[in-house]
């Protein structure tokens, strides 16, 4: 209970801080001497792909971390470091690294608080495609037992606290390439491996309609994840506290 | 007539051809039995103490056997992990006691002939990449212990995967000649000279740690050569390179406190270097788990390995010539834009945190592997118990292309007092 608490103190702290260095991302900051538990400088290897202080436009490939739940991203380091997940620079970096001090970078990232950069509506995806995402997303395919989206990721697609990840406000190469890996097996997450389920019964074709839907979404007002699932999940999903 | 004396030459030369080859083979084959103990008839009596078992397991993380006999993420000591060789790909085995899978229906007898001789149970003989020419070293009781320790383990039923070697080193017959050129069964010799401290130093770095695997030269047959010592060596495949542990201007310890080479192996950091790489592997998987004397031992060792006369190296000031104004340019332009952030817009670093590369040892070898592997990937050092939250570097390989790498160190080997050659397009094109 008591660690509890002081999680939360330190996560309220670094939403404080996440808030000053927002207001200084324009210009790089200067390099500040080490102070506190200078987690940020201790994580500052990240920033050359995720962006400054973990926040990516959603332009390229490499998601963005602020703000998505702790229990998702301390997942996903796990996963590269043990093997789930497969990306040659993500499991060099964190090969060496403890549960514990994963489970501290993670909780950093999911406290920042930062802006989004708007969202182009625009898409080169024909309008039947964008059509088709949206059906997905929103209502799922019953006939071949897909669930929507939005049952698990939260109404507003923003992600469930702990361990459930938002899908807004991330690279179009990104979703497709993700959901691309469930379906053949090159991504995995801890048993019951709700996901590979799921992409296993998607086509490309729902893929890429899915990732392109999902990519000229704005974000909502609240970019938030949700503090819980409205519902019960469809189906059981590892990594999941208990 | 002349055609009978022809067929009589002929097969008398045959014969003689045929003696020599028999005479060749059972030369190897008993080169390869030399050293042999006769495996006991009867099924011997073990008794595994937990204190045995205890000294096992700390034997096995000193001789890193997890490291190889364990997959990422996969069970403890499973085996399954592939090595690539430049002969090919070799699987580490499963050393579980799973009685099929894995060593469950091994004796310690025949664990001992692995370790020292390099023979299988089913007496198929073991490829070097089980560093027996090291482990030959390790003792009996040490081998029993780890042998207990591994009795003990979670049984997996993972099966064992066969090598994938090109021909002709996937044959035993090659091996067995490999084996013997190259392998010659023998126990550690104290040398009676020198404290027993120096002493169990040598034990660990020259058996169970087989340092030298990494850290020495090998022949052209792929052999560890013992006379060469910790000289520093490529790392085959990986493309690192282990520096000299004799030479002070590679890794050489010989002016360190002891305390430091210590929190080095302890820790990953040091006042005076860090471990990356495939040493980082070795800190997190083994030594950071090893006693203070263990540690101790192995420095005072390291410490006084026969130096290598400080050679007069190219730094002279004619290389400061030969470096391209154009190259140191761009160099410092992407110093300025990548590196400057943690390592100081004057190479300074950051006490604690951010090494500096002026003067840094490790920025002014001569063999530059390393610095193009620590650009092109990145890495954080390990996670141990004196340094759980450490320091990491990010990987550029996405961002830097071969000829921004070259140029960039190029830049940092030739600034702030750091006069070393530059690193061409050659040696970064060549990861």
Known sequence: MRKALHRIAAIALLLLLGHGIAAIAATPP?????????????????????????????????????????????????????GRRFNTDMTYMVQHLSDAYLMEMAEYFAGLNLPYPPVPPVSDAPPAQLARGRQLALE???????????????????????????????????????????????????????????????????????????????????????????AALPMSCGGMPK | MRKMRKMRYLGWTLLALVLLLGAAAAGIVALNLRGEDPLPEQPEAFNATPQLIERGRYLALAGNCAGCHTTRGGQAYAGGLPIETPFGTVYS????????????????????????????????????????????????????????????????????????????????????????????????????????????GAYLVGGLGHCIACHGSRDSLGATQANLGLSGGLIAVQNWYAPSLADPHEAGVSDWPTADVVALLKTGVAPRGAVMGPMAEVVFRSTQYLSDADLGAIASYLKDLPGVTAQPVMRTATNATRRDAG?????????????????GDQGQGEPGA?????????????????????????????????NPRPYGMPPFGQALDAADVAAVLTFIRGSWGNDSPPVTLLDTTRR
């Open chain 1, 30 to 82: 200067a390099p500040a001497p080490p102070s506190g538990n200078d987690i940020e400088r201790r994580v500052a290897a990240c920033i050359a792909c995720h962006g400054r202080e973990g926040a990516t436009t959603n332009a390229g490939y490499f998601p963005r971390l602020s703000g998505k739940p702790a229990g998702y991203l301390f997942n996903q380091l796990r996963s590269f470091r043990d």
């Open chain 1, 140 to 230: 799922g395919d019953a006939t071949r037992r897909i669930p929507a989206c939005v049952e698990c990721h939260g109404a507003a697609l923003t992600g469930v606290q702990p361990a459930i990840p938002g899908l807004l406000g991330l690279p179009r190469l990104y979703v497709s390439s993700q959901l691309g890996a469930w379906l053949t097996s090159e991504r995995h997450a801890l048993a019951p491996d709700c996901m590979a389920d799921i992409g296993r019964r998607m086509t490309t074709a729902d893929i890429n309609a899915v990732a392109s839907w999902l990519a000229v979404q704005p974000m909502p007002a609240d970019p938030k994840p949700a503090t819980s699932l409205p």
């Open chain 2, 93 to 200: 085995s499963n050393l579980t006691p799973d009685a099929k899978a894995g060593i469950g229906s091994w004796s310690r007898a025949h664990f001992w002939r692995a370790m020292h001789n390099g023979r299988s149970k089913d007496g198929r003989l073991l490829y070097p990449a089980f560093p027996y020419p090291n482990f030959t070293q390790v003792t009996r009781e040490d081998s029993d212990a780890i042998y207990a320790y591994l009795r003990s383990v979670p049984p997996a039923p993972t099966p064992n995967l066969a090598h994938r070697l090109r021909f002709p080193y996937d044959t035993q017959a090659a091996l067995a000649v490999w084996r013997a050129l190259s392998f010659k069964p023998e126990a550690f010799v104290a040398n009676a000279g020198k404290p027993a401290e120096w002493n169990r």
């Open chain 2, 327 to 343: 190259t140191m340019a761009r160099g410092q332009k992407i110093y300025d834009q990548r590196c400057a952030y943690c390592h």
């Open chain 2, 354 to 386: 951010f090494p500096p590369l002026a003067g840094n040892r490790a920025v002014n070898m001569a063999q530059t592997a390393n610095l193009i592997q620590v650009i092109a990937h990145g890495g954080y050092l390990p996670s141990t118990q004196g």
